[in-house]
């Protein structure tokens, strides 16, 4: 698959705040334009943080479906105040518009974020990016996904019997359940899997036999790229 990148999938017009910008407003915008969270940015259009949903303080009485405390990253600022700047999350992450679409999909997944801020080369906003964005350029089901990495990874690379791996997928991340002869067909097996187009994570549950008859040796855990 051609290597797509960012620029080609991102919405150039943003919906974005400033510091500034009540919590009402913000309320307003992200149900005018139905989107789950913006962009935050100063004076000179640099992101400072982003704002969703869950980061807004609830109206008084309450809102169905807005959680009371929310989850939100290590680091980041209570959803206790009335502006933008006091309850985004920072620092945000962002991508540049060179970004390959594969690798910003893998960000998505590891930073457990629906959208991201494309930035230039001075950290100011042109564009965003979401995870419906960069799985269009995909095209590939869980099951199409799965079928290769069994059928071409596993069956004709690496020469393993069908039932002695479990593939499973979903949302683009592959794991793998299963023992393999050698322990070093456990990185070959993930590092080939990676290769594959729509794959955004690779969970490694595998197990080797020292030379197919010892006992087996516990593989690594291998995530989403860091």
Known sequence: MQDHTVAEVMTWDVVQARPDTPAQELARLLDVHRISGLPVVDGDDKVM?????????APPGGRAGVPAVPRR???ARAARGTTAGEV?????VTVHPEHRV???ARIMQRRHVDRLPVVDEEDRLIGITTRRDLLRVFLRTDRQIRAEVTDEVLGRALDVPPEDVLVSVRDGVVTLRGTLPHEDDIPAAIG???RVDGVVGVVS???ARAGG???PHTGALW???G
């Open 213 to 215: 008859d010892g006992p």
């Open 88 to 92: 985004m999350t920072t620092p945000a």
């Open 49 to 57: 943080g982003v704002v969703s949903r869950t980061d807004l303080p």
């Open 102 to 104: 594969v690798d910003a």
């Open 205 to 207: 549950r595998l197990v």
């Open 192 to 194: 080939l899997t990676w």
């Open 73 to 75: 990253p290590a680091g």
């Open 223 to 225: 995530r989403t790229r």
